[in-house]
């Protein structure tokens, strides 16, 4: 059983920066790729990044140029680092555990386990 545990959201104004974290256990995290999603009030959830074990990364159209996935084998952690920040990036954030990597990375299916979510409100 994979346990993942995010962390880093908070309050931000328009055009400042957040870092999340996500650290997993019970899994061999540096086999398999990770990704993050988001969901805001009403919206279904959408993809946001992935990156592989290997670091091979993708975007959602709507971050691309402002977040950037990155993750630390060694301490079994992905994170998302997301600058310019929008109003429109409002939502509660989680991570996910693929063990599939089928190449659907942007399908909600693809993950085998989610994190709790953390909070990211952007203020204009």
């Known amino acids: 059983q994979v346990q993942l545990v995010e962390s880093g959201g908070g309050l931000v104004q328009a055009g400042g920066s957040l870092r999340l974290s996500c650290v997993a256990s019970g899994g061999t995290f540096s086999r398999y790729a990770m990704g993050w999603f988001r969901q805001a009030p009403g919206n279904e959830r959408e993809f946001v990044a992935t990156i592989a074990w290997f670091r091979l990364s993708y975007y959602g159209d709507s971050v691309k140029g402002r977040f950037t996935i990155s993750r630390d084998n060694h301490k079994n952690t992905v994170y998302l680092q997301m600058n310019s920040l929008r109003p429109e990036d409002t939502a509660v954030y989680y991570c996910?555990?693929?063990?599939?990597?089928?190449?659907?990375?942007?399908?909600?299916?693809?993950?085998?386990?989610w994190g709790q979510g953390t909070q990211v409100t952007v203020s204009s």
């Open positions: 996910a555990y693929d063990s599939q990597y089928s190449g659907r990375y942007d399908q909600l299916g693809e993950y085998d386990y």
